[in-house]
T-cell receptor, first 117, second 109 residues
Framework: ETGVTQTPRHLVMGMTNKKSLKCEQH?????MYWYKQSAKKPLELMFV???????ENNSVPSRFSPECPNSSHLFLHLHTLQPEDSALYLC????????????????FGPGTRLTVL | KNQVEQSPQSLIILEGKNCTLQ??????????LRWYKQDTGRGPVSLTI?????NTKSNGRYTATLDADTKQSSLHITASQLSDSASYIC????????FGAGTRLTVKP
């Protein structure tokens, strides 16, 4: 185990549903990330939080809404998703927000496999 | 075009054999390059981290090499085991992180 947990592990939802993904890290890190991983594509960074403040949003559609209530928890709220949003959603954490130094290794959770019908 | 290209896309080898995975990148300059292993149904786990000044880094049976002149990195796996079956992802870091699409390795008995 990496110290980063995600729930649920699998989620099937309709396009009109509202659901939330949860991530929790037990590593004492102060930066957390949401990634989208589609088949045969590179990981796509969606959101970055540092010290509970959003520092990066890579032009993600508004149907994805992140929330970081404290440095240990990160949520991704989902509403009116599209079938093309089906993917593996990965959460990660690190000490500082990545600045290129080798000390800021990201630790990933197991992901939530999302299917949008 | 992705700034980090990995090859092959997939690879099947027999248990006990060696293999080499490639990563070509156009990101420049960069501060470090990482290889991650991602088991099915799991998140990526860091294998090696190399700064731009390092040429090689080992982690058990995994050895990563880096040629900053040609902008190429490779991950060599020695004496493969069934548990090596996974996706291997190359990540290049400067002020941002650029991920390759990964190589899917299958080790068969």
């Amino acid at each position: 185990e990496t110290g980063v947990t995600q729930t649920p592990r699998h989620l099937v939802m309709g396009m009109t549903n509202k659901k939330s993904l949860k991530c929790e890290q037990h590593l004492g890190h102060n930066a957390m990330y949401w990634y989208k991983q589609s088949a045969k594509k590179p990981l796509e960074l969606m959101f970055v939080y540092s010290l509970e403040e959003r520092v990066e949003n890579n032009s993600v559609p508004s149907r994805f809404s992140p929330e970081c209530p404290n440095s240990s928890h990160l949520f991704l709220h989902l509403h009116t998703l599209q079938p093309e949003d089906s993917a593996l959603y990965l959460c990660a954490s690190s000490h500082p927000v990545y600045v290129g130094g080798s000390s800021d290794t990201q630790y990933f959770g197991p992901g939530t496999r999302l299917t949008v019908l | 075009k992705n700034q980090v290209e990995q090859s092959p896309q997939s690879l099947i080898i027999l248990e006990g054999k060696n293999c080499t995975l490639q990563c070509n990148y156009t990101v420049s300059p960069f501060s470090n390059l990482r290889w991650y292993k991602q088991d099915t149904g799991r998140g990526p786990v860091s294998l090696t981290i190399m700064t731009f000044s390092e040429n090689t880094k080992s982690n058990g049976r995994y050895t990563a090499t880096l040629d900053a002149d040609t902008k190429q990195s490779s991950l060599h796996i020695t004496a493969s085991q069934l548990s090596d079956s996974a996706s291997y992802i190359c990540v290049v870091i400067y002020n941002d992180m650029r991920f390759g699409a990964g190589t899917r390795l299958t080790v068969k008995p």
